[in-house]
């Protein structure tokens, strides 16, 4: 499916506020939590209203000088926004 990706948080089309919950994927342990090396781990929620992702990345403590964390939304592209 195709996607697009935001830095800033889009609206949900249900005109509500997101419902996220962790994307049920990544470890067993961990829904929606990856570990992608050094202290760096990514959180995954989906929003259970309209699918929208919000992805974080946070460095931890052996972040390199300057690093942020962050955070991006990917919104799934519905059939009418494709027309
Ligand atoms: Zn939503």
Request: glycine share 10%.
């Amino acid at each position: 499916m195709m996607s697009k990706t935001n830095s800033r948080v889009p609206e949900c089309p249900k005109g509500v506020r997101h419902r996220w919950a962790p994307t049920q994927t990544g470890c067993r342990e961990n829904p929606g939590v990856w570990s992608v090396g050094g202290t760096t781990l990514v959180f995954s929620h989906t929003c259970q209203r309209c699918g929208c992702r919000r992805v974080e990345t946070r460095y931890g403590s052996q972040r390199n000088p300057g690093q942020r964390d962050g955070v991006e939304y990917i919104e799934p592209v519905r059939d009418e926004d494709a027309a």
